[in-house]
């Protein structure tokens, strides 16, 4: 029983800590903190797994603990600076084409001016790749919660790049 969750953990691992990683990244914007938020993640997944528990949908259990983490870490002081992150060395995904390029960082500056529950659906559906379905059973909400918050926080997205331009 041991042997199977450890490597149903170790395969979680491999298959989303990237994701997890751009997951709390595009919520926190500050590089150290997410991968210590991914860390503390996949550090509590193991606890819950080890204590002889299953999960179902591994990928949604990271991401809704990821989540509830990232809530707690907002509920304490801290400092949230793209543009230090920026400075760090994170880029968005290199892109071959430059201008690509240059919009992906425009997007994701742009995507921290979204109020947070805008935010968070758009960065599950169109960066992470999420279904409806699937941001719902993450976030505790229903899928028709989730379909408006897509729409509306699109809606408001467009506008806040209209600004840009």
């Known amino acids: 029983m041991?042997?199977?969750q450890e490597r149903?953990?170790?395969?979680?691992?491999?298959?989303?800590?990237?994701?997890?990683?751009?997951h709390c990244y595009f919520r926190?914007?500050?590089?150290?903190?997410?991968?210590?938020?991914?860390?503390?993640t996949f550090t509590k997944t193991w606890e819950y797994l080890s204590k002889g528990n299953t999960i179902e949908n591994i990928r949604a259990f990271l991401y809704r603990t990821a989540t509830n983490l990232i809530v707690d870490?907002?509920?304490?002081?801290s400092e949230?600076?793209?543009?230090?992150?920026?400075?760090?060395?994170f880029e968005p995904q290199a892109v071959e084409n430059i201008e690509v390029n240059v919009d992906t960082?425009?997007?994701?500056?742009?995507?921290k001016d979204l109020e947070e529950p805008y935010r968070e659906v758009i960065i599950l559906?169109?960066?992470?790749?999420?279904?409806?379905?699937?941001?719902?059973?993450?976030?505790?909400?229903s899928e028709n919660i989730i379909s408006v918050r897509l729409h509306r926080g699109a809606k408001k997205l467009k506008e806040i790049l209209k600004e840009y331009e």
């Open 2 to 4: 041991f042997k199977s």
């Open 8 to 22: 149903q953990f170790l395969k979680a691992y491999d298959e989303y800590a990237d994701s997890i990683y751009r």
């Open 28 to 40: 926190v914007f500050q590089k150290e903190q997410a991968q210590d938020l991914v860390q503390d």
């Open 73 to 77: 870490q907002s509920r304490k002081p």
């Open 80 to 89: 949230l600076s793209l543009e230090s992150a920026m400075e760090e060395g």
């Open 105 to 111: 960082e425009i997007l994701v500056n742009r995507l």
């Open 125 to 141: 559906k169109y960066i992470e790749g999420f279904k409806i379905k699937e941001i719902a059973e993450i976030l505790d909400k």
